[in-house]
């Protein structure tokens, strides 16, 4: 059976503003990068066609990314690199650029766990299809030798890849960039209250107007209608990888699309990781980053980082679990809904 990433179920984050005075925000939403992407401004008081066209901005903004980092259009810019880096240098727009030295800042940082070079194996499962599979532990193997960001050379602007064989996805950390770039729009354009949510990925900015009533909900990763618990934040981003965005089960086995890059298996140790960071490019890459690591070498990394949180959902023994991170400990609310849920989960109902 295979599960696409569905417009709806992707929204795992949720944010609620609750005030004894209903805040009725200017919200736009739109259908783009596989999900969900809505804008909504705060009291702005501004007339609504000048909000308009502002939102029409960060959304043009938004399709641009989407169009130079979509590896399933074969007109993109990043297909263009994937075809032809193995051969011949290429130069990169600011996007890719941007993108790709934002992706080798989280390589580093989780010893390999981020790896956009992960594309050369991700193939191989097709996960995007309707037959995905489970390739093979020699095509695995020969496969893997040209997955690690050693295989790219970067000169100034100029790409080139090791081998034919090297490609690159940047699907892990696009979306998040390309929030910053809306939110970067709405800024530049006087919006100083606002969220741009890209199906669960999101970032806030804020005003008085709104400070101290966001909250961020988290979705139960096995039970789409039951919430895991909830905190508060004013601004910042929030981003969530977990191993029911799209996958496949045979044989009673869940395959999902977040490999590891050192097995080219997807990664088993987590079911959702959720990062809190200022920007949602880093919040988006160290998602997935952690997601590989696991719940224990993971957390380690968060509180390494500087303004940086996370909650990590994971199994043990036949039930779910959950850590955080030292910032979020004593500031998440868990939902008693989710401890039901979990129980019934283990009992298989």
Not at 23 to 52: A, G
Not at 67 to 77: G, K
Not at 197 to 215: A, E, F, P, Y
Not at 237 to 261: K, Q, W
Request: aromatic letters at 8%.
């Amino acid at each position: 059976m295979i599960k696409r990433l569905s417009l709806i179920s992707a929204l795992l984050l949720l944010i609620n503003c609750s005030s004894r005075d209903q805040i009725q925000p200017y919200e736009r939403t739109r259908v783009m990068m596989d999900t969900f992407v809505q804008i909504s401004i705060y009291d702005q008081n501004r007339p609504v066609k000048e909000l308009e066209q502002i939102v029409d901005l960060a959304f043009k903004r938004i399709e641009e990314i989407d169009r130079i980092t979509n590896n399933y259009d074969e007109s993109s810019f990043i297909s263009l690199v994937n075809r032809e880096a193995g051969k011949n240098a290429i130069a990169l727009d600011t996007v890719l650029y941007e993108l790709i030295i934002a992706s080798d800042s989280v390589y580093k940082l989780s010893d390999g766990a981020f790896d956009i070079t992960i594309e050369t194996v991700k193939r191989l499962w097709n996960f995007t299809q309707d037959n995905p599979r489970i390739p093979g532990d020699s095509l695995l193997q020969l496969k893997l030798q040209w997955v690690g960001t050693h295989h790219i050379k970067i000169d100034n602007y100029n790409i080139r890849f090791n081998s034919p064989e090297v490609k690159i996805d940047l699907g892990a950390i696009a979306k998040g960039y390309a929030i910053d770039q809306a939110i970067q729009v709405l800024t530049e354009n006087g919006i100083t209250d606002a969220m741009v949510n890209g199906g669960g990925d999101l970032r806030t900015i804020c005003s008085d107007l709104t400070t101290g009533k966001r909250r961020v909900w988290i979705k139960h990763p096995r039970k789409p209608d039951v919430l895991f618990g909830y905190f508060k934040m004013d601004e910042g981003s929030v981003a969530t990888s977990g191993d029911y965005e799209r996958y496949f089960t045979y044989d009673s086995v869940r395959y999902h699309h977040i490999l590891d890059p050192k097995t080219g298996y997807p990664a088993r140790e987590c079911v959702s990781v959720t990062i809190t960071a200022p920007g949602a490019t880093e919040a988006d890459g160290l998602a997935t980053a952690v997601f590989v690591l696991g719940h224990e070498r993971g957390l380690e990394l968060i509180e390494r980082l500087p303004d940086v949180e996370g909650i990590i959902i994971f199994e043990k023994q036949g039930k779910l679990d959950w850590k955080a991170s030292s910032g979020l400990r004593k500031k998440i609310k868990i939902s008693k809904k989710f401890t039901t849920a979990t129980l019934i989960l283990q009992q298989g109902v």
